[in-house]
């Protein structure tokens, strides 16, 4: 069973920048494909960015292309997420999940496709 733990999430002024990681415990962290989601109030949880295993595929939500980053680190076992520029539409629950088929088999943006989500860390932009 593969647990994935979010952290860095907290407040931050609009046009500020804030990263996020995500560790998982159990399972190989450099077989899954990994993404980022968001959840915010009275909202439906969408998608935000995806990495494949290798790191060489990248997707973005249009909503933060040119705003976020998402990269692994492989070798540590880690995911990140770098915002920057951020608004306070991008206040949310953010959360990390990850799949075991590659993207090829089904939707990158896809909540189903994943099959590991972690608890998510509250981000909280102020205009």
């Known amino acids: 069973q593969v647990q994935l733990v979010e952290s860095g999430g907290g407040l931050v002024q609009a046009g500020g920048s804030l990263s996020l990681s995500c560790a998982p415990s159990?399972?190989?962290?450099?077989?899954?494909?990994m993404g980022w989601f968001r959840q915010a109030p009275g909202k439906e949880r969408e998608f935000v960015a995806a990495i494949s295993r290798s790191g060489a595929s990248i997707y973005y939500a249009d909503s933060v292309q040119g705003r976020f980053t998402i990269s692994r680190d492989n070798t540590k076992n880690t995911l990140y997420l770098q915002m920057s520029s951020l608004k306070p539409e991008d206040t949310a629950v953010y959360y990390c999940?990850?799949?075991?088929?590659?993207?090829?088999?089904?939707?990158?943006?896809?909540?189903?496709?994943?099959?590991?989500w972690g608890q998510g860390t509250q981000v909280t932009v102020s205009s």
């Open positions: 999940a990850a799949r075991t088929t590659p993207f090829y088999s089904g939707p990158y943006y896809h909540i189903r496709e994943y099959d590991y």
């Open positions: 159990g399972g190989t962290f450099s077989s899954y494909q």
